[in-house]
């Protein structure tokens, strides 16, 4: 284990949902685990009135329910023991003042100069006056010791993002600016670089000669639930696609890095961003399609239409399911097409990647031995059931040439006996460590951006004639088949179980 510097972390935001849910279970798996620094304090800041003792209550119901462990009485004695909470306006500089004075006692106890972590759990219009109250508190001045991180929408299109990043680096240094995407910080993510590159078997066979397409689906069972005023106004392209399946797509794509070093594999990302091939305007209709649920039964219950949810506008033509055809124009990808896939109240819930490798050049079996042939399949589980599974032809027992396909399977719970640690348990303790990899640079957010623009003017151009197009408990409208389909192809659905 690394021995980290004592370390404030700041929370902006800290009576808010995300903190109670993800963050703060997070610092307290790391705490269990001995990660933290033996000097630590989470410094909570929020509008909302509370003292210590009421905040401590707040976020240990989130951990009782949100924590991958059961909280237990000693250790969070112990840990709360690291809180403070302060109310503040965080539009006032006055409130940053003080901030400062409050982390220079911190300084004084631990007779130090800790690292200190702004973490912006807030509402995105609250990012850039923050950010400049920070500037002007000098909160931000040692590059070294202070970070800042913002969590996602990094921008509502390519001009806002860009006039963000433009804002950030205005008063803070690039390395100092960490954009977090949780999904990044999950283990079968993170084991894509280790399965290509740290295995001689995969990698030569990684690119057109062998790989007939990819499909990336990340199917979600619920509708928007609490986020409806939130969701109306993003929709599934930018809240899914820019960051999260598009993150996916550069790890799958990315060229061998000369290095693990944190720039080096962001370089690699950056690539195969700006290596994908630009969609016209007129190509929009057959390379992207939207959709939008009605009401429709799963698991033997009604669930409403989307446009019947809490937040939605009784006319909105906001897209809950997005369907993307993409093709990477580089010496390795050229002409193989990734299939994306996304959407709310599909059937299942979770993550997959399947690479399907091209057929076999001549079949030489007779043609009652192939009737159940399938081409080779690479099939990389994220959630909820983290694994890899490999599928190819075997002879069936009997008298007779027979060939059906198997599987090798690797699931990460059965192989290491051990529960993988939550995305935000990664991320938090990478950004402790000064570690970006896993962050998105300002250069990868605004060629991400990019990729999509030409589908939002169009669809913001066009209103959609036929929301709802799929009822809820379906894999979307029929144009998604479609969209496959006219290239010889079909969707693999996926078949883990829910939890």
Not at 319 to 338: G, H, I, M, S
């Amino acid at each position: 284990m690394k021995e980290n510097e004592p370390t404030v972390i700041i929370i902006f935001g800290a009576g808010g949902d995300l903190t109670q849910r993800k963050l703060v279970p997070a610092l307290y798996n790391l705490y269990l685990d001995g990660w933290l620094p033996e000097q630590f304090a989470i410094l909570g800041l929020d509008r909302k009135e509370m003292d210590k003792e009421a905040f401590c209550q707040h976020l240990r119901q989130g951990i009782d329910k949100f924590s991958r462990r059961k909280l237990e009485a000693t250790t969070w004695q112990e840990f709360a023991h690291h809180f403070t909470y302060v109310a503040a306006d965080l539009t006032n500089q006055d409130a940053y003042d003080d901030l400062a004075h409050e982390l220079g006692t911190f300084n004084q106890q631990w007779s130090t100069h800790a690292q200190h972590i702004f973490y912006l759990a807030v509402s995105p219009f609250l990012i850039e006056p923050i950010t400049e109250h920070l500037h002007k508190a000098k909160l931000m001045q040692d590059r070294q010791r202070c970070r800042m991180v913002v969590e996602k929408p990094f921008g509502h299109d390519l001009d806002s993002a860009q006039a963000l990043n433009d804002t950030l680096t205005h008063f803070f240094d690039e390395s100092q600016i960490f954009r977090i995407d949780h999904y990044l910080g999950k283990e079968t993510v993170q084991n894509i670089l280790a399965f290509r590159f740290a295995n001689a078997l995969f990698e030569p066979m990684w690119d057109r000669r062998y790989i007939d397409h990819v499909q990336i689906t990340v199917a979600e069972q619920v509708g928007v639930g609490h986020r409806g005023g939130y969701y109306d106004h993003a929709g599934a392209l930018r809240d899914m696609i820019q960051n999260h399946l598009l993150q996916i797509l550069c790890l799958i794509a990315m060229e061998p890095p000369v290095s693990f070093a944190a720039d080096e594999i962001r370089n690699k990302k950056v690539d195969v961003l700006r290596a994908i091939r630009p969609i016209r305007s007129e190509q929009v209709p057959e390379t992207a399609v939207r959709g939008q649920y009605g009401s429709g039964w799963m698991n033997g219950e009604k669930k409403r239409a989307y446009l019947e949810e809490e937040g939605v506008a009784e006319n909105s033509n906001t897209e809950a399911f997005v369907a993307l055809k993409l093709f990477v124009d580089n010496w390795r990808w050229q002409d193989v097409p990734f299939y994306l896939r996304t959407g709310k109240r599909l059937p299942v819930h979770g993550s997959q990647v399947v690479v399907t490798f091209r057929p076999v050049p001549h079949r030489s079996f007779p043609e009652t031995a192939v009737e159940t042939w399938r081409s080779n399949r690479l099939i990389i589980n994220i959630q909820p059931e983290e694994g890899i599974r490999m599928t190819f032809q075997a002879k069936r027992p009997g008298p007779a040439m027979r060939l059906s396909p198997v599987h090798l399977d690797f699931a990460y719970q059965e192989a290491f006996k051990t529960a993988s640690p939550e995305a935000y348990e990664t991320l938090l303790l990478d950004v402790i460590e000064g570690d970006a990899t896993l962050f998105m640079r300002a250069d990868q957010v605004e060629a991400s951006w990019k990729v999509i623009m030409p589908v939002l003017e169009r669809w913001t151009a066009n209103p959609p004639l036929d929301f709802p197009n799929y009822p809820a408990g379906t894999w979307g409208p029929e144009a998604a088949n479609v969209l496959i389909a006219q290239d010889g192809r079909s969707w693999l659905q996926p078949d883990f179980n829910n939890h």
